[in-house]
């Protein structure tokens, strides 16, 4: 044990200078924070209050911070979730208005989000709390102010010698090492997880850019709070480091205390010996078997791991963890396929999360290093409007994607099939809605800007709550804000191609915005954007639309599947904000944040003129977009539209 003004570090928390709060410390010096409880609440904080000199650092000097410790979650039933806990920063060790369960007893409903909480929590969850938008049962989340995670990933950690990523169960029984550095000079949180056999992984499961000058106060208390649910389990800290003003010392693993001897209920001695000897068997055995099996068809889990992968390692699946959960990539798990791959529905074995794989040739090697980089960072992207990008692999020719998976498939299924029940009006504008925040997320809110270039209602997809999703980022690009985007082959779906791309090439974030308008029309008529088998004045969606207006009837262009079921004023702003959207001249379009501020009635939209050259594909100056799109004809149908280039390698083509 050792402490001083700026750290302290306990192998053991005998005679530590811990605050109890419903946990307690074993006489080996087990930090205990609750116990096989129903609705239990356990914390432990460092007594003293850490200077953290936070209104320093907004002057310049540098805040950083670092701690490590051990823990174990041991659950009542075998490998069964049972809450969870969470490291914490907290202005306060007074938490009487807190709850337990998913609030591990750090907020509560009405305190949950509040920018006067000044807490920073790292999240070792182990339920899916759908309010919070939980990654999955078995994950990690670093939280500010709130339980929703500003980041969070399944659990996992980077192998060094093996260079790939391992899953982890929290609730395996097993100690486990955290390491959470916080570097204040780059304003970038940090946090690694491993099995306490493991040295350090390389590579941090989560990193975030966030200031925390402004989110913690000068004085503030450091430590753990668990909560038990109905289900229940035991949760402790073996050993803990902290240092306010660099890296945290180093734990001695072999100092630290025990667990407690794990034994159900009336097992004795002999049992439990014939147990261990049948299971020592049968382990023998199945090694035997298992590395037979693995000589004979290790060719068949045969990955390509280059170098320079190493620093993505916490983002890359191993091919095998693939393909088991796909069941081999068998035709009764194929959720669909395109012109860029095939998409398998697949059910990890290791944390059983349902997932999306999407297959996407790569015989070329030329931009691979470039093209895993910016899937890598898009998969830092987190917003509770878009698909997650959880991670790939690689394998021979192939680049496997994995995605959060959609139980509702896709929003055009909803509009355009009858297999699908008619979404309601109020269904629709959430998801108009929800689509413009996460394009406005990628426009302007991320770390850099993002180009999605293929906005429309099959990369629409919709979860349990039939929520929309914006997915497939296959044509997606990135910039650095403040930056030109550069000039590429045109990529996209007829449709939705706003005119200036046709003639320089150039995508935008005016040209996203265009195909949001296409989209929008599309949601709320019920019709895609372009259909050669309409009458000649409805073969064009915003032309008709904007034929309709000028009309002064509208509302005649709404999805006659609503039955007139829905708010005129909703109806007509999205109609008219189609429009606006569609306009030919880039410049004249609103930008997200604006879009955003129309939906929520926070802005009123601005009048449209009459003239039919401003909207839509029409024009002076649009004669090569027309001619373009009529270059489709025999490809089009009734229930599709062409994407261009979508025969063509996503690594050569408009990347």
Not at 1 to 13: I, K, R, S, T, W
Not at 200 to 208: G, H, M
Not at 412 to 431: G, M
Request: proline letters at 4%.
């Amino acid at each position: 044990m050792a402490v001083d003004e700026n750290q302290f570090l306990y192998n053991g928390f005998d005679g530590a200078n811990i605050h109890l709060d419903g946990a307690k410390i074993h006489s080996n010096g087990l930090l205990q924070l609750t116990n096989t409880s129903k609705q239990q609440i356990g914390r432990a904080f460092y007594q003293l209050p850490i200077r953290f000199d936070t209104s320093s650092s907004r002057l310049g000097r540098d805040l950083s911070f670092s701690t490590h410790f051990v823990f174990a979650i041991v659950p009542e039933i075998t490998n069964l979730s049972c809450c969870g806990m969470a490291f914490a920063i907290s202005p306060s060790t007074d938490f009487t208005k807190a709850l337990g369960n998913q609030y591990f007893g750090l907020l509560n409903t009405s305190s949950n989000g509040l920018s006067s909480n000044h807490l920073l929590a790292i999240e070792l969850d182990t339920l899916t709390n759908p309010e919070f938008n939980d990654t999955n049962d078995n994950h990690v989340g670093i939280d500010i102010n709130s339980l929703v995670s500003n980041v969070s990933a399944p659990v996992m950690y980077y192998s060094n010698r093996e260079r790939i990523n391992r899953s982890m169960l929290l609730v395996s029984e097993s100690p486990m090492q955290v390491w959470i550095e916080y570097d204040g000079s780059e304003n970038v949180l940090n946090v690694t997880i491993a099995p306490i056999t493991s040295p350090k992984p390389d590579v941090s499961l989560l990193s975030t850019h966030i200031n925390l000058s402004s989110i913690l106060l000068d004085s503030m208390y450091v430590g753990f709070s668990a909560a038990t649910g109905l289900v229940t389990g035991n949760h402790y800290i073996l050993g803990w480091s902290f240092n306010k003003s660099g890296k945290a010392q180093g734990l001695e693993i072999s100092k630290l205390p025990s667990l407690p001897r794990q034994r159900k209920p009336g097992q004795g001695i002999t049992g439990l010996g014939i147990i261990v000897s049948v299971t020592i068997v049968v382990i023998g055995l199945t090694i035997t078997i298992a590395g037979t099996f693995y000589v004979l068809r290790r060719k068949k889990y045969e990955e390509i791991r280059e170098d320079w992968e190493r620093e993505y390692g916490p983002h890359r699946f191993s091919y095998k963890d693939l393909f088991k959960a796909t069941r081999g990539f068998i035709d009764e798990e194929l959720l669909g396929a395109g012109g860029f791959g095939k998409v398998y529905r697949g059910v990890l074995q290791s944390s059983k999360e349902q997932v999306a794989v999407k297959k996407v040739s790569h015989d070329s090697k030329q931009g691979m290093r470039e093209f895993v980089a910016e899937i890598v960072s898009m998969g830092r992207l987190r917003h509770r409007n878009l698909v997650q990008l959880l991670g790939y692999s690689r394998r021979k020719g192939e680049l496997l994607l994995v995605y959060d998976y959609m139980p509702n498939g896709s929003l055009d299924k909803f509009l355009f099939s009858n297999e699908k029940p008619v979404l309601k009006w109020a269904q629709r504008y959430r998801i108009i809605r929800g689509v413009a925040s996460a394009l406005l997320y990628l426009h302007e809110e991320w770390d850099q800007v993002v180009l999605h270039r293929d906005v429309k209602a099959s990369n629409v997809l919709l979860d349990a709550d039939l929520n929309g999703r914006l997915g497939d980022f296959g044509l997606a690009r990135l910039y650095d804000h403040g930056a030109n985007p550069e000039t590429t082959h045109v990529m996209g779906t007829v449709g939705y191609l706003a005119p200036e791309l046709t003639r320089f090439g150039k995508a935008t974030t005016s040209t996203d915005v265009f195909a949001f308008g296409a989209f929008i029309l599309e949601v709320a008529c019920g019709r895609r954007p372009i259909q050669l088998q309409q009458l000649p004045d409805k073969v064009v969606l915003v032309d008709w639309v904007f034929e309709k207006w000028k009309e002064g009837v509208i509302l005649e262009t709404s999805d006659p599947r609503l039955g007139g079921d829905y708010l005129e004023e909703e109806m007509e702003l999205v109609l008219k904000l189609g429009l606006l959207c569609s306009k030919s001249n880039p410049v004249t379009r609103p930008s997200m944040r604006q879009v955003m501020q129309y939906l929520d009635g926070d802005a009123l939209l601005p009048e449209i003129i009459h003239d039919s050259t401003s909207i839509g594909t029409t024009g002076p100056g649009n004669e090569a977009y027309s001619d373009f799109v009529m270059s489709f004809p025999s490809t089009m149908t009734k229930s599709s539209t062409p994407s261009v280039a979508s025969t063509e390698s996503i690594l050569t083509s408009g990347r």
